[in-house]
């Protein structure tokens, strides 16, 4: 007998799958459903890689564009269509710190935005977040995926399994090493 939990998921990559049919079969319209449902997991992924808003705005659209001009190549192959995404989204980001390794640029500072909230929480908020995105950017490459796949984009084992190619035990193996790591790693500093 099938496990509960599991049927919305494969109710999902199913529905999924249908949506890629039709637009490999000329219903070009129908992709606009599946940007709408991957771009904010997506989006997530990549700002945690990046840590900046418009770069990670600017390759999250060129995911969906290369998925776009690419979809008719796309098999399922036992992966679901978000797996495909995050490997495209990987692969965008590569190429990002490549070409950020071989340019240098001025820092301009961001705009001040004018807010009602207490300066001092909004200080120790971005604080916060620079600290996690720093330990995180430390830990070793799988461990960094996991970690952004599990915990900061909210994929489940099963789907982080999938996408990264990895069974489910090395999936949790993974993510409590990579806690356990993050966590001294904040400890530090």
């Given at each position: 007998?099938?496990?509960?939990?599991?049927?919305?998921?494969?109710n999902?990559d199913?529905?999924?799958?249908?949506?890629?049919?039709?637009v490999?079969?000329?219903?070009?319209?129908?992709?606009?459903?599946?940007y709408?449902?991957?771009?904010d997991?997506?989006?997530?992924?990549?700002?945690?890689?990046?840590?900046?808003?418009?770069?990670?705005?600017?390759?999250?659209?060129?995911v969906?564009?290369r998925a776009?001009?690419?979809i008719?190549?796309?098999r399922?192959?036992?992966?679901?269509?978000?797996?495909?995404l995050?490997?495209?989204a990987?692969n965008l980001?590569v190429?990002?710190?490549?070409?950020?390794?071989?340019v240098h640029?001025?820092?301009v500072?961001?705009?001040?935005?004018?807010s009602?909230?207490?300066?001092?929480?909004i200080?120790?908020?971005?604080l916060?977040?620079l600290?996690?995105?720093?330990?995180?950017a430390?830990?070793p490459?799988?461990?960094?995926?996991?970690i952004?796949?599990?915990?900061?984009?909210?994929?489940?084992?099963?789907?982080?399994?999938?996408?990264?190619?990895?069974?489910?035990?090395?999936?949790?193996?993974l993510?409590?090493?990579g806690?356990?790591?993050?966590?001294?790693?904040?400890?530090?500093?």
């Amino acid at each position: 007998m099938p496990r509960v939990d599991n049927a919305p998921k494969q109710n999902m990559d199913i529905c999924t799958d249908k949506l890629v049919y039709r637009v490999q079969c000329g219903q070009l319209d129908t992709f606009t459903v599946l940007y709408e449902e991957y771009f904010d997991r997506l989006f997530r992924y990549v700002y945690i890689s990046l840590g900046k808003v418009e770069q990670a705005e600017d390759i999250t659209q060129e995911v969906f564009v290369r998925a776009f001009e690419g979809i008719s190549t796309y098999r399922c192959r036992g992966r679901p269509f978000i797996a495909w995404l995050f490997r495209i989204a990987h692969n965008l980001i590569v190429d990002y710190h490549r070409r950020a390794d071989r340019v240098h640029f001025i820092a301009v500072p961001e705009p001040v935005m004018v807010s009602v909230e207490d300066p001092v929480s909004i200080a120790e908020n971005k604080l916060d977040s620079l600290k996690l995105r720093e330990a995180v950017a430390q830990l070793p490459q799988a461990q960094k995926e996991t970690i952004t796949l599990r915990l900061l984009v909210g994929l489940s084992i099963k789907e982080t399994a999938r996408i990264m190619g990895k069974s489910e035990g090395a999936v949790k193996a993974l993510q409590h090493d990579g806690t356990r790591n993050l966590r001294k790693l904040i400890e530090q500093s």
